[in-house]
């Protein structure tokens, strides 16, 4: 019992002060983790994030769950997450409540409008990044040409196509991409063997 | 200019609302529920990468397919949960749910969007060593990166576009600073929103002072 509740108070800080997204999470987690409490080594910890970075979902969601299963089974995971996810739930739900209230005021839509810009920006700073760690299989510093990934690019190309052209889903585009590109990848092995 | 920015605000502030009552018109309030703990349910079991993907997807789930929210109603709440702590896909979850159906709605958002990774990674946990160094999964997550580059892409056209429509010189220099910003030099989004949020209220000041003089 007092492993679960040490469990719930380190996941609740970690939900509480990571803000700014799943990265800014991780150095928290393994705070509590590895430093604090002691309750994982750190190479329990590197491939903890291995496995999160590997799986959908949230960063921090899917390292509460592996931890806590790993800690304290199945209840420990659903004591972890909850953890986690308490103090954001609170927080904006607060939020949308105050935003839903005065977001029609005419000063409001004025500072909201300045955000959207940055909001657009801040995306497609995302996308940049996974599209040149797609073709170059590094970040921006470390771009080479000889790195560059053919398979890849055609790839991203027709997936870009096919969503502008035929607004086709972008579920069935994420998955579609990792199917076809696959196979392409395994033809290929076997063509050069 | 005053009253331009009124009418825009205005116009801004009816449009979601025709365009979300198109979208559940009819419906039952257990239906809502039911379609938001769905669509959440894939959009999280899909969501490979970081939180802003989820984003594009929910921008296109929500406001191009269901025509639940305004496209500015979906960059607020963007904006909103990046300034907020926690995992973003959730703090979105709980924004949207209470949008569509009150805080039972959050509730029912977070729920579908947490469940996926739980059992996903439930599952994993227990043989995570051969699933870490399985050839084939490594090479389907490398490849998917190039799907999810072509999604974003895609949604941040649509949205730059809008951005450029605007004919505001101050908001397209805004937006390619904060990408420079952002990608280039690493600068943190939430100091980047907490700029934008000061230019915001110095750019209201500036329109209020205008109106006084006028």
Redesign the interface.
């Known amino acids: 019992m007092d492993k679960l509740l040490q469990l719930f108070l380190s996941f609740f800080q970690v939900g509480l002060f990571s803000v700014g997204g799943g990265y800014a999470a991780i150095p928290l987690i393994q705070d509590q983790i590895v430093n604090v409490t002691g309750m994982m080594t750190l190479e329990e910890f590197t491939d903890l994030i291995t496995i999160a970075e590997m799986t959908p979902g949230p960063i921090s969601i899917n390292s509460s769950t592996f931890v806590g299963t790993r800690l304290a089974g199945p209840f420990g995971a659903i004591v972890c997450t909850l953890g986690c996810i308490l103090a954001p739930f609170i927080i904006c739900l607060v939020m949308a409540y105050f935003y839903y209230k005065y977001r029609n005021f005419s000063g409001v839509q004025n500072v909201l409008g300045a955000l959207r810009p940055a909001t657009v920006a801040l995306i497609g700073s995302a996308g940049a990044s996974i599209l040149v760690l797609a073709l170059f299989q590094s970040k921006w510093a470390g771009i080479q040409l000889a790195n560059f990934q053919w398979i890849e690019f055609v790839l991203f190309g027709v997936c870009l196509f096919l969503l502008r052209k035929y607004k086709i889903s972008a579920i069935a585009t994420i998955l579609g991409s990792g199917a076809v590109g696959t196979v392409v990848y395994l033809l290929k092995d076997m063509v050069l063997r | 200019m005053?009253e331009e920015?009124?009418l825009?605000?205005?116009a801004?502030?009816e449009e979601p609302a025709q365009a979300a009552k198109a979208g559940y018109a009819g419906k039952s309030k257990r239906e809502m529920l039911w379609t938001l703990f769905k669509s959440m349910f894939?959009?999280?079991?899909?969501?490979?990468?970081?939180?802003?993907?989820?984003?594009?997807?929910m921008k296109?789930?929500y406001v191009?397919?269901l025509g639940w929210l305004g496209e500015?109603?979906m960059?607020?709440?963007?904006?909103?949960?990046?300034?907020?702590?926690?995992?973003?896909?959730?703090?979105a979850s709980?924004?949207l749910g209470?949008?569509m159906c009150g805080?039972l709605g959050?509730f029912v958002a977070?729920l579908g969007?947490?469940l996926?990774?739980?059992i996903?990674?439930?599952i994993?946990?227990v043989f995570?060593n051969e699933?870490?160094t399985n050839h084939?999964?490594a090479?389907?997550?490398?490849?998917?990166?190039?799907?999810?580059?072509?999604?974003?892409?895609?949604?941040?056209?649509n949205?730059?576009k809008n951005?450029c429509k605007?004919r505001r010189v101050?908001?397209?220099a805004?937006?390619?600073?904060?990408?420079v910003c952002?990608?280039?030099l690493n600068v943190?989004?939430?100091l980047?929103?907490l700029?934008?949020?000061g230019?915001?209220?110095c750019?209201?000041c500036v329109?209020?002072w205008k109106k006084k003089e006028a």
């Open positions: 005053e920015i009124r825009a605000g205005a801004q502030g894939v959009l999280s079991a899909c969501t490979f990468g970081g939180g802003f993907v989820i984003v594009s997807l296109k789930k191009d397919q500015d109603e960059l607020d709440v963007t904006a909103i949960t990046q300034s907020c702590p926690g995992p973003l896909p959730v703090n709980v924004i209470y949008r805080i959050s977070v969007s947490i996926p990774p739980m996903i990674l439930s994993i946990s995570y699933f870490r084939y999964i090479i389907a997550l490398k490849v998917m990166r190039a799907g999810v580059a072509a999604v974003i892409c895609d949604v941040v056209i949205l730059a951005v605007t101050l908001y397209i805004m937006m390619v600073v904060a990408f952002a990608y280039f943190s989004a939430m980047i929103i700029v934008c949020l230019i915001g209220l750019d209201l329109n209020l």
